[in-house]
Each structure stands twice: as C-alpha cells, then as structure tokens.
C-alpha cells in the first residue's frame, strides 16, 4: 500500500537525522499511527475472515443452499423425555412457486420488499432509510430486512445463531448474500413462500390459505392475498379469526402498497379494499395430526412466552406432562362426554369437558385436556373457560372457618334458611330438600348440604372465605355475597384444581408448570420456569380439609369414586351449578390432584338431574385408574400438633360401639369432638311373640348376656 510506504520511507529518513527532541516527538506519533492502522488492518483481516466463515462456524455449502427444504419446528416432550408432539410439523405445505398466483407474489414483494428484484440481497437504501428512523427516533423503530435475509433467518440462521444481536445481523447479512450467489431470485421467493411464519402455528401460504379460506393459495383473490401478505409482520396481532377490524386494516394497507408499486389498478385495489373477510368457520388440519392433546396448552403457553420460538428452528420443549396420564386423560374425557351426551340434550350442541392433573407438591401439570377435539389449536376450556365451580367451591367455606378455630365436629343448623339480599329474599334449597338438622361441619361437607354451607359462610364471614380461596390460589373475582358460598363465581378449571393443591400438600400454593425449558436445535436454554411454592395455610388445617373430603369420598356425594373401584387415600369434592349446567369432581390424593368438568360452552343444562357424581366424577375414577393409580404413594402423614380420636364418620362425633364404621381421625387441640355419636344409638332386641305382638326383648334370651350388653352400654369401650 502507497501510504505505508511513504510513512516508512519518511521514517528511515528520519530514524537516520541526528536525534531531537522534536524529531523523538514526531517518532512517537508516527510509530502509534503505524501501529493503530495495522490493528485496524488487523481487525478487518479478522472481522473479513469471521463474516466468510458465517462467524468461524462454517457457512452452509452449496449442496446445503441447494438441498434445503423448511424443517420441522418444535418437538414436544414428556417429563420422562418421550417424544408426544410437534408444535408445527404439520402445519406446512411445501408448494413451487409456479403454484403461487403471481398476485400472492406481486402482494409479498410489495409488502415485504419492494426491490427484491433490483437488490443483491441488501437494500443498502434500505438499510439507510432504517439507520435515520432508529437514530432520530432514538429506538428501533424500522428493520432493513429483505425477503432473503428472511430466508436466510428462518433457514439456515436459526441452525447456528439464536436471539436478536449484531453478531446475528452481520451473519443474517453473509448468508443472504450466499443464497443470491447459489440461487435464482425465483428459486429464494419460493423459499420464502413456505418458510414463512403466518400465524395459528402454519407456515408458508398454502397451508395459511387453506387455515383461513379453506382452500388452496392457487384459488386466492387479490383482497385474499392481500390478507396473506398482511400477517408477517404480526401475525397474532393481525390475524382475521381473532381481530377481524385491525386484518381489514392491513390489509387495505397492502393494497395500497401494491398501487403505489403498479401492480395493480385503482379500481381492483378500490373493489378488494370493500371486499368482505370471509375466514374459514374452521381452522386446516392436515390429515396426521399429534394424538396428545395437551399438545394445545403446550403452543398456546410458548406462544405466550416467546413468540417468535418457532421461528427458532426445531426447537426442544421439555414439558411437565406423564405421557401415560395424558393419555388417560384424553381417552376419559373423550369417552365420557359422549356417553353423557346421549343421556341429555344440548339443543344440536357438541357437549364439551375438561381435565386438569397436576403434582401438589410442585404444581407440575400431569395432564390437560382443552375439550372433545375436534381441531388442534382450538379453544382451550382447562384454562381459558371461566364456569361456575358449584359444591367444588365449599371447601374454601370450610377451610376459612377452620382456620377462624371450628372443627370438623362444630354443630351446625341444616334447615332451610333465608338471605336477605336488599329487599330481596334468598332461600337456597339442599338437594331433593333433604336437610339433616343439626349436623356437624364434617357431614355437611360430605353431604354438601347448601342451608348448612350458607351459615357457615355468614357466621366465618363472606370475606373470610375470600381470603382464605385467594390463598390457595383462586385469581379470578370474587364478591363478598352469600351465594359466594354455593359456588356463585367463575374459574378455571385449571384455577380451581391449582387452588386444591394445598390441601394435598401440607398447605403450600403452588404455581402451575407445563414447561420446564425451551431449547435451541443447539441445546441453549431459550427460556426456563422454575418450581413456586409460598405457604398458604396451617398444615393441620389442610389435613383436618383432607380428612373431612375423604368422608365425601368414603360416605358422601363422592362415594361413586369407591364404587367405580378405587380405594387407597382418596379425597374430593363434587360439583353441580344450578340447573345442572355444570359438573365437576376435584379429587386428590397425597402425589396428584386432578379436577373434571363437564359443560356446553353455551350455558345449557346437560340432562334430567345433572351432577357432578353422576357424570364427572366416574370420568375421574376412569382417568385415575387408568393412568395414575399404580402411583398413588403413600398416605398422608399427620402433622405436628395433632390430637386423635375415634369417631363415626357420617356424624363426626365419639364413636360408640353402636356405630357400624369408626374412623381415628386427628384434630387440632381443643377442637376435637366432646360428645358421642347420637346418630347410631342402643337398641333394645325385639321379638314377635305367638300372638304377634312386638316384645322388647325375646324372654328366652340369656340374662347374663343381656346384662353385658347393658353394662357395656354404661362402661363404653
């Protein structure tokens, strides 16, 4: 180079001249002057060498360039590492691009690159344009990308770069201009036609035609095309299914771009921007889709998370889920809703379900079942659908009123009672009108009697009981009213059964998991959630909770759960709205907590005495024992602070020897019962004389034996 040499030359030169204090001066700055262009030199030697090598990772061949075709994006796995799903693998149709209409074209170059076909891969102008916006807006507020840094990006970038960054810009930069080097302009737009991410988890404009118009992009009009060409850029934000307004918005917007451009006239750009939006009433599903439903609540949750994870390549997702309990899940739900079905009506409606398994002690979710599938990617009822949970709600009732120092052998008055709500009276009715009198908190739970569960609530407080849900988990509003206490809200079914995990566990609030990790092709951590857990009442309360749902289960509304052949530690609640158009069962044991709810998305009663042991909990057993039963584990253990007694467990009070079952069961102390069962008493032997009259006792009977029984009475056991 001329310049160094004159600088070297003038050097010597100089380096010969007799030593000065001016002449060292000058030395010093021509030497650092040397030095910092050579680095500088150095640097772009450097800089050169890593952008030819695509960062010294090795840039794709040309076989590679050539060969390449879309992949399949995001592999889903079981906690165990069990393939059960892909977030997007059958969601593509690769088609040529002599398939695509040449006004789909002429709408994706207008929108996404208008000098695709004058630019060598970068538009320098563009990349101007975008350096003043960002700079004068002092933020990113325009890219520069082209239509074949895009394939670049969504190809082979994602294979070795992840995130957004310089590095990866300058990569994405040497890599488009590889593709224009290896391929024709045709050959790079066909690419990008099906590696482009359109929304609902398709890609490319086949399969997004067929999701959206129901049929093949070779059949779009120009107002069609344009609403392909609309999506790139956001595609849940513009999607026409779910926000119809801002999709028509976009793309009149590409309409006009393509004016602008000349590819087409005023009056089509005028007749397709007042075309209407005609979207497919449902959604493509190519013919092998994934079994597993749980598959939904995966790519709803990593959408949420990172929206652009598909755009990552084959990205790895480690879920939560036990392949054998989705299964379970979805089989049980499936069988179940149609069965239920039959027996009722829904005016041509299909009736629909929901399953929700998790682990108490971390919040790890084990199963979850949106509803019947009839489409992948649909409405998602386990977490999205807010019902009335019924009688599931009572719990919370009664744990706010153990932790304010009842028991579960506290009397309470089950007859009729009525509210006054303003000047408005409220008379809630037990079921059938079957009420029991003075009763204990124990019965009334296991019977679910409504009259006793209202004063409880108003006696604890209505706020109490709030407190005491939202701490276990309940997020959804609630009102401080008397119908609180029958279940007169909205949840979740994922929500509600979240919020029983404490119960199970000891007391701790858990935060629901369904995915562990999201990795890169390359096994870098994209994104991670880690296990909650915060205390949310006294572990002898949860146990005391436990105890009185077992007697649901064992003796009360629940006992479909034991005839249906499960026995080991079981507790649950059962659930019934008004008018029967919601049923649940939440059941748990000490290693899973699983809640099934049945319903028509439009509120309809689903038949003639709809409830929730009837129909959701024989769904529960069906799903237990197929799936989770061999791991029922170990029962639960008594906390610290506990007394025991012997009680008859449909009164809750001491037992006695006339009482046909008894149960030892643990209490906080001073709440333990004090008095004797009075529901099974003594009674004296009869017999029917010759005469046929009814004698207290058969006079042939053995005195002795007589007296035992009465000393017995006396002394007790």
Known sequence: MPFIKDRLHILRQRLRAPSTE??????????WKISLLGTGLVGIVA????????????????????????????????????????????????????????????????TEDRRFFDHDGIDWRGVGRSIVRNVSSMGVREGFSTITMQVARNSFLVQRYHGRSLRRKLIELRLARILENELTKEQILEHYMNVIYLGNGVYGVEAASRDLFGKSVSNVSLSEAAMLAALPKAPSYYTPRDHPERARTRRNLVLKLMHEQGWIDETNMKRSSSAPLRIARTEWRPSQYDQFGAIDAVRALVDSVIP?????????IHTTIDARAQQAADKAIARHAVAIQNQGWGNGARLQGALVALDPASGDIRAIVGGRRARRGGFIRATNAKRQPG??????????????????????????????????????????????????????????ANAATVRVSRVVGEQNVINAARRNGIVSELQPVPSLALGALEVTPLELVTAYAPFANGGMRVRPRLVTRIEAPDGKVLWSQEVQRAPAMDPRDAYEITSMLRGAVD?????????????????????????????????????????????????TQIADRAAGGRF????????????????????????????????????????????????????????????ECELHTYQEPTYIADDGSVLPRDPRDDWLEHLGRRLKRILRF
């Open 47 to 110: 800089l050169n060498a890593w952008l030819l090598t695509c960062g010294f990772a090795g840039c794709p061949s040309r076989a590679e360039v050539r060969a390449y075709r879309p992949n399949e994006g995001g592999r889903v796995l079981d906690q165990n590492g069990k393939l059960i799903g892909h977030l997007a693998i059958v969601r593509r149709i690769n088609v040529p691009l002599d398939r695509i209409p040449k006004h789909v074209r002429q709408a994706f170059v207008a």
């Open 391 to 448: 009688s599931a709600f009572k719990p919370f009732v009664y744990a706010a009123a153990i932790a304010a120092g009842l028991s579960p052998g506290s009397i309470v008055d089950d007859q009729p009672i009525e509210v006054m709500i303003g000047n408005t009276p409220w008379i809630p009715a037990n079921y059938d009108d079957n009420y029991q009198g003075r009763t204990t908190l124990r019965r009334a739970l296991m019977m679910s």
């Open 22 to 31: 001016p002449t060292r001066v000058w030395m010093r700055r021509e030497k």
């Open 555 to 603: 003796y009360g509304t629940g006992r479909v759960i034991r005839d249906n052949g499960i026995s080991g530690p079981v507790a649950g609640k059962t659930g019934t709205t008004n008018n029967g158009t919601d049923v649940w069962f939440i059941g748990y044991t000490p290693s899973l907590v699983a809640g099934v709810w049945f319903g028509y998305d439009t509120p």
């Open 308 to 316: 652009d994870a598909l755009k990552e390549g084959d990205v790895v």
């Open 616 to 675: 959701a909990a024989p769904a529960w057993a069906d799903f237990y024992k197929a799936g989770w039963r061999e791991r029922a584990g170990a029962d639960w253990v008594v906390p610290d602070g506990m007394i025991s007694a012997v009680i008859d467990p449909e009164s809750g009070e001491l037992a006695t020897e006339w009482c046909p079952r008894k149960a030892r069961e643990w209490f906080k102390p001073g709440t333990q019962p004090q008095t």
